[in-house]
């Protein structure tokens, strides 16, 4: 199996920054695409960034120019850096992988971390 914890989500005021990170473990055969997907309430969940192991990054048009996203490969993590922060941010944050664990390497999986909470104050 593949387990994802994510760290950094917490209270901040419009305008202001946060980081998120999400370090995936395990028997982790192979990952490609590590990304954030955010779920606010009421609302279904959406891509947000993501990232491929070749470098590629998408980003959803709401955040584009405001969040960053970046990956260190050797270590299995990827980071989210949220600059200009709206309350419209506001949401349960989620790491996704999309990968393979040793148990069944060919058949890829999505893995998802348990979620963190953003919570941007007006």
């Known amino acids: 199996q593949v387990q994802l914890v994510e760290s950094g989500g917490g209270l901040v005021q419009a305008g202001g920054s946060l980081r998120l990170s999400c370090a995936a473990s395990?028997?982790?055969?192979?990952?490609?695409?590590m990304g954030w997907y955010r779920q606010a309430p009421g609302k279904q969940r959406e891509l947000v960034a993501a990232?491929?192991?070749?470098?590629?990054?998408n980003y959803a048009d709401s955040v584009k120019g405001r969040f960053t996203i970046s990956r260190d490969n050797a270590k299995n993590t990827v980071y989210l850096q949220m600059n200009s922060l709206k309350p419209e941010d506001t949401a349960v944050y989620y790491c996704?992988?999309?990968?393979?664990?040793?148990?069944?390497?060919?058949?890829?999986?999505?893995?998802w971390g348990q979620g963190t909470q953003l919570t941007v104050s007006s």
């Open positions: 996704n992988a999309r990968g393979s664990d040793y148990s069944t390497p060919r058949l890829i999986r999505n893995y």
């Open positions: 395990g028997s982790i055969f192979s990952i490609n695409t």
């Open positions: 990232s491929t192991i070749g470098g590629s990054t």
